[in-house]
């Protein structure tokens, strides 16, 4: 099994900067993509941003460069750093990740709890 742990989440106001973590955990041989969607109150899970393995990045495109992907391999982590945040990125911010659990072993994808991000005044 796999878990994937999100911390960061929290009240911030609009202007301000939030970096949200994710670490995977448990029966893992590799990690391939990681990544972040949101799912705002009302709306359906969208994308926001993923990474591969060897760093490649991928937006969703609609946060205007506010938002940077990164990740620690040794760690399993993926982070995602958030700038000039605005009210309308309130969201629960969910990751994932594309796991190994074995050498030759299948793909599977992981999903963490979620963690909410509010901006409010």
């Known amino acids: 099994q796999v878990q994937l742990v999100e911390t960061g989440g929290g009240l911030v106001q609009p202007g301000g900067s939030l970096t949200l973590s994710c670490k995977a955990s448990?029966?893992?041989?590799?990690?391939?993509?990681m990544g972040w969607y949101r799912q705002a109150p009302g709306a359906e899970r969208a994308f926001v941003a993923r990474i591969s393995a060897g760093g490649n990045t991928k937006y969703a495109g609609s946060e205007d460069g506010r938002f940077i992907i990164s990740r620690h391999n040794g760690k399993n982590e993926v982070y995602l750093q958030m700038s000039s945040l605005k009210p309308e990125d309130t969201a629960v911010y969910y990751c994932?990740?594309?796991?190994?659990?074995?050498?030759?072993?299948?793909?599977?994808?992981?999903w963490g709890q979620g963690t909410h991000v509010t901006v409010s005044a």
């Open positions: 994932y990740a594309k796991v190994a659990s074995q050498f030759m072993g299948p793909v599977e994808d992981y």
């Open positions: 448990g029966s893992i041989y590799s990690v391939r993509d």
